[in-house]
T-cell receptor, first 109, second 111 residues
Framework: GIQVEQSPPDLILQEGANSTLRCNFS?????LQWFHQNPWGQLINLFY???GTKQNGRLSATTVATERYSLLYISSSQTTDSGVYFC???????????FGKGTKLSVKP | KAGVTQTPRYLIKTRGQQVTLSCSPI?????VSWYQQTPGQGLQFLFE???????NKGNFPGRFSGRQFSNSRSEMNVSTLELGDSALYLC??????????FGEGSRLTVL
């Protein structure tokens, strides 16, 4: 099956700094989503981005499907950005998301 | 419109018992899938239902089962609970274009 690797596993930033989270996947995909897991466990949708670039406020994402990676950019980070960010992909005939292990982001005031 | 609703949010069971979790998808979504999240294994796919039929299944033992009703609501059941079944169980509904939306989860503790 498809393998999903996220890097870095942990990231500590000062408030106001920018960051880039990476997601590599091992095969072509039909779906790629980025999520932020809040402290209560809910996965909050950030981007649905099987290819191309999208922006939403301080967050943006780019997926280069031909090179099998996606990037999530967080600019001017805030303490509320802390948490775990997951990349998940769906490929081939599979009808389910395969998740990476996540990047744990801590933003210090 | 309302998001994905999961009940109960928290529950505690003992080994050997069974548990049923419920999920109501976003209105108009016909696909419901379930995921298990544990610290050791991360997020893993359990199964997906579409129009009351199981369309896809992950690599879990037969103690894990599910079903979907005609109104798209879904339930999952875990029988003969084991300590390792302690986890956050997340339900997701899929819009026709493909994006999945998750509920707040049901946190199960097995003692």
């Amino acid at each position: 099956g498809i393998q999903v690797e996220q890097s870095p596993p942990d990231l500590i930033l000062q408030e106001g700094a920018n960051s880039t989270l990476r997601c590599n996947f091992s095969d072509s995909v039909n779906n790629l989503q980025w999520f932020h897991q809040n402290p209560w466990g809910q996965l909050i949708n950030l981007f649905y981005i099987p290819s191309g670039t999208k922006q939403n406020g301080r967050l943006s994402a780019t997926t280069v499907a031909t090179e099998r990676y996606s990037l999530l950019y967080i600019s001017s980070s805030q303490t509320t950005d802390s948490g775990v960010y997951f990349c998940a992909v769906e490929g081939g005939s599979q009808g389910n998301l395969i998740f990476g292990k996540g990047t744990k982001l801590s933003v210090k005031p | 419109k309302a998001g994905v609703t999961q009940t109960p949010r928290y529950l505690i069971k003992t080994r050997g018992q069974q548990v049923t979790l419920s999920c109501s998808p976003i209105s108009g979504h016909r696909s419901v899938s379930w995921y298990q999240q544990t610290p050791g294994q991360g997020l893993q796919f359990l199964f997906e239902y579409f129009s009351e039929t199981q369309r896809n299944k992950g690599n879990f033992p037969g103690r894990f089962s599910g079903r979907q009703f005609s109104n798209s609501r879904s339930e999952m059941n875990v029988s003969t609970l084991e300590l390792g079944d302690s986890a956050l169980y997340l339900c997701a509904s899929r819009e026709p274009a493909g994006e999945l939306f998750f509920g707040e989860g049901s946190r199960l503790t097995v003692l």
